[in-house]
């Protein structure tokens, strides 16, 4: 049989673990700060708190803290000392005037988590704080955590300079001129009330039915009480500040709601829900038109209200959260972000590789209309772009119009990155922009695909200033082992988009031989054949007819398997 | 929140404890003939017949928890506050719970009623499970059975007392110094009004009557601090009646606390002018329901709670029927929160002296006059809660009594049905001033041997008199 412990000895030991608890409430607030709530590194701090208090209040019941002057302290002994520094525990405690913390026996773990989440969260108290841990303590109403603080509180921004003796104010308060009770004979009519209220006096008494409510009654105002525990009022806040603007157009009050609605909209786009951001951006239009007559400051709050909204701290909403919405609500982002300036292209095109598709594509679309306003913040987003963010926004320029965008397609082509530089010519193919002479450097480009695309797109139709580059290109182009079958595509491109003028050069070029045939002059016999087939012209049959002849046979065969079938 | 108590409930047990929650509810604001009482009866015997239960259902409190027949209830977001008020009815009765046997599914109805009616009323008795356990006794009430509890502190009314009068005085300067540091710095912190309305909550929450006598306090000299506070308070008891969540009523209270911070904007001269205010003079007194918006936003507050917060002050004096100011030309009705400060604003003003007018009307001649404009200037269902709440001759009433004496109203205690007032008697001392006498139940008195019989004659404003109906009621 075990002999119990020494009082003395069962007070270290219980005071020890005490201690050992609040190193566990600080590790845990600690790593709480540190980490994401789900890390590892915290459910093990929280699962170590719990387990000891739980230990603890078994044994004990309950334990009971008091705060004084930054030290903690259980049955009057000290178990933690502070420094009096902000951000620490019991700096933190005494500061909201915590006085006693009592934690029960049947605690839950939940309640812990919530003890040590409040401890982190008000353990620095920002000028201005809405709350403190008293106030959380208070709204997470936990069964098995009490507290007991002062009632009145220092504000953190100083002292108020609120009057009064809290021990005698009742006494210091006048409710009228205190005429006293002697002025009131019993029996004598009261002092002569005045209308309207005076027909309220004859209202004598109410019928006992009317202070009853009816079932109907009684389950109508269940009813409102349940719709408004659940009411979200941004409409009706909206509604009442373009109220007031409608009354009041003053532009300190234009500042404040404007501030408001800010917040308000980066409240919706956390949650995407883009319908009650269309609404504040519409009301905000709608203010805009009310107000802009008051002053020019409308004008330029607007103004600035819409460039802060384009920043990218506001934007940065945007970037997750996509998978929990569904698409259609997607597409009621669109008609958000069109009222957004131009200048917010900097920051949603930043954010496009991070976006999923549907919501990507919703973004691409409003870059190309917001850009369409004003290129220039597009400009400036592209000189700023990586290869990979390039690859993106390049083929934006397909849908957008204008010389500006299209010299801007030009510039990409001459972009260090093949990748940018075939979406450059893919989107002027697109946009059928035709620029011969901007291309024919294209024709030259160490990618095959992109000369080659560059040459059908210049043989698309017929044109004498491609004409002119190919021939060009043609006649300087050295023969490869490799390029062989893409000269001949030249040629034939040549073919499609040539006119009588590249004859000369073709005729030239098949015709010219002798009797021992090079690889180089046959290939390119061979172009020139096809060019001219492809040509179809009285000149150029004439031209191959007489090749078919030629006694070089060289000539003769190019000729001959161009007219073939 | 938000749901209604049958999408709420998961198991039987729940299902019995949201029963048993919805019987005290109902009591609590209905006639007990009303149907909705009626209906909860019912819902609560239909549950015990349901479960067919062999052996008694108890409802049991242990170290902080509730059980109902020996399972924990866990703590789900949408029964928390059921749990909550049934922890804190049993705790205030220092009850450790309550024992029904099966028959308790097949008795009458009005003895079901009778028993917890009892429940309700007994928080007053110095021992409430002996009073419980003696009364249910000699009514012969075997299927139902107290647990009484051990080691339950209850909180002493003087204690109470001083909390209320702390609470109230620590609230008003809260809100003085809100609209002060707005004043003079452009803006101002929250968090100590926040502190003040969970304090007033918590006040609510252990004594509701003593808690509307705070509205009973008033200061002509410096009536806009007093009124925002009575405000606060009229508004979280009428809020609390109809159910409101706490976190609904936390945000319910600050909107009672800063309703009129616009009238910071307006001249100290257009406040305090007697006599008429010229048409300039309405006009800018008119504004600061607007005014009070801007302050708030103003405020150093999360957007989420000013979300919470500007619509009902902005309301304040916009009537039931969209008439009144200012002018709505967007909303279409005016929301709960908005309503409830409405009635708790004209209550409390129209129950107030001020230099604009010589007189101000008794607390039952307010509701009264309320009464006339239900449906128009208020709403009919809220303000005729707010009638129910506040009683035929609200706390605070100064009553002459056909004896020649006078007194005031404290409560209506529950051993007489809450229909007869509880009044402290008052008399005039040796140098004129008005002392605190006898407390007295006005229906007891006439049972008493030897007793003068006391009949209400007519009521009047105490501030008539000067007299501060808290100072006596408080202590």
Known sequence: MTQPLPRKQALRNTQSGVRSIISSLLLAVKTLSLYAEDHSHCQNALSRLHKELEEFLNDQDTLVLEVRDHQILHLGEVVHQGQGRDGELAFALFRDGIMTLAFSRGLEPEETRMFAKILERYKSLPTGAEGDIVTALWESEMTHIEYEAVENILEVDGPSESPGDPQDWLGSLSPRGGEGLSSLKPGEPTRDLKQPLRAAVQFSTIEPALLQL???????????????????????????????????????????????????????????????????????????????????WAVSKVRSFLLRISEPDFLEGLKTGWSKVPEARIADAKEVLLFFPPVAVLHLGAMLPKVPPPARAVMEEVIVVLASRDIGPFQELLEASDEKLLAILVPLLA??????????????????????????????????????????????????????????????????????????????????????????????????????????????????????????????????????????????????????????????????????? | MGKSLTEMRSTWEEALLCDLFRVIQAIRIHQDNNQLVKRCLSAFQETVARLNPREDITVRVSEGRLFVQGEKIPYRKEILRIINSTLLLFQRRALEGLRFQPAAGRIPQEDLLAFMLLLVRCEEKADPAAWLTEETGKKGFSWASVLKGVDIKRRSVENLREKAKSTYFHAMNSVRDVAQRISYQGYAGIRKSKRMVQNMLDCLSEDEALFVCLSTIKDYDDYTYTHSVNVAVLSLCLGNRIGLSR????????????????????????????GQLTEGEWEVMQKHPMASVMQILKLRASHELKSKILLAPFEHHVKYNLSGYPKVELKKEVSLFGRILQIADVYDAVTSSRAYRSYALSPDQAVRHMMKGSGTDYDPILLKVFAIMMGTYPVGSLLELDTGEFGLVVDYPMETGGTSPRIILLEQGKEGEIIRGETIVLAQTSKEAGARQRSILRSLNPSEFGIQPAKFILG
Request: net charge positive; hydrophobic share 40%.
């Open chain 1, 399 to 565: 849908k957008m119009n204008g010389e500006h965008s299209a010299g801007l397609l030009l510039h990409m082509t001459r972009k260090a990155s093949e990748a940018v530089r075939k979406e450059a010519l893919r989107a002027i193919i697109l946009r059928r922009l035709w620029v011969p002479q901007a291309l024919a450097p294209l024709l030259n480009d160490e990618s095959p695909f992109i000369r080659q695309l560059t040459a059908r797109f210049l043989g698309s139709r017929k044109n004498p200033a491609a004409e002119a580059l190919l021939v060009e290109h043609l006649s300087k182009t050295r023969i490869s082992k490799t390029n062989g079958e893409e000269l001949i595509a030249c040629f034939k491109v040549l073919g499609k988009c040539g006119t009588s003028e590249s004859i000369p050069f073709l005729s030239d070029t098949l015709l010219k031989g002798g009797l021992i045939s090079r690889f180089r002059d046959s290939l390119r016999r061979r172009g020139a054949a096809l060019a001219l087939l492809a040509l179809d012209s009285e000149e150029s049959r004439a031209v191959l007819k007489k090749a078919c002849s030629s006694r070089f046979p060289g000539v003769r065969n190019a000729a001959q398997d161009a007219c073939k079938p």
């Open chain 1, 214 to 296: 009816t079932e109907d009654e009684a389950r109508r105002l269940e009813e409102m009480v349940r719709i408004e525990e659940k009411r979200d009022a941004a409409q009706e806040i909206l509604n009442m500040l373009a109220d007031i603007l409608k009354q009041r157009q003053e532009e300190d009050f234009f500042s404040y709601v404007l501030d408001y609605m800010v917040d308000e909209l980066r409240t919706a786009f956390a949650a995407k829900d883009f319908e009650i951001a269309l609404k504040i951006l519409k009301t905000l239009n709608q203010i805009h038109k009310t107000c802009r007559h008051a002053g020019p």
């Open chain 2, 247 to 274: 976190n609904s009523l936390e945000h319910l209270g600050i909107c009672g606390l800063f309703h009129d911070l616009g009238k910071v904007d307006v001249p100290r001269e257009i406040l305090t002018k007697p």
